[in-house]
């Protein structure tokens, strides 16, 4: 039997059952608006999407183990792809609210920086030490343009000589001589096929081509 087929323990409250009274439609006189059946499926979408998210967030149920859920709980309408239609919802609710929450802390950190900076303005004034009041402000300096994602990525380069391009060099042909010779600075390598060079006076033959 599959794992998402065994509940050891109730995953999912009985209020969450969909032929519960519904306490947001209980108001006087609500059952003769004529938007009653409106809010009352609303209400049950929202209990069933409640369910999904408990039982995904658990790691243990895969969208059919989740419909088949759904399904002993009352919402006879339950199928896989109503699951994944509620997940996507689900998913894209969370990612705007973490958004909304790291934008939130952004903003917060950025208000504290600006009490900081006050701070250190008033401190020079009264007399601070002018190079340790400059050295803090361009730390805050540098935190806020890291928060506000101002600075530009670091990228690390390699390059050959004199700033020139990297030269590739296929050293399958060279003797341990000459690669020794490399090795010790006596010797370049150029681009493509290296035949052996002339170093200080030392002759080597070239090999053949292949």
Known sequence: MPAEDVI???LVDAALSPELPLPAVAAPGF??????????????ILRRQAVVAKLYLTGQFTSAGICRVLRELGYETATTGLVGNDLRYLKRAWTEQARQTMAEWVTRELAKLDQLETELLLALGEGEDRVSVVDSMLKLMNRRAS????????????????GGPLQLADVTDLTDAELERIAAGRQQLGPGPVPPALVA?????????R
Do not use: C, F, T, Y
């Not at 059952?31 to 049950?44: G, S």
């Not at 928060?147 to 004199?162: C, F, I, K, Y």
């Not at 006076?201 to 081509?209: C, D, M």
């Open 147 to 162: 928060l506000l994602g101002l600075d530009a990525a670091r990228r690390v380069e390699l390059s050959g000589p004199r």
């Open 201 to 209: 006076g030392e002759s080597s033959a070239v090999p053949e081509a």
């Open 31 to 44: 059952v003769d608006h004529p938007r009653k059946l409106k809010h009352i499926r609303q209400a049950k």
């Open 8 to 10: 050891d323990e109730p």
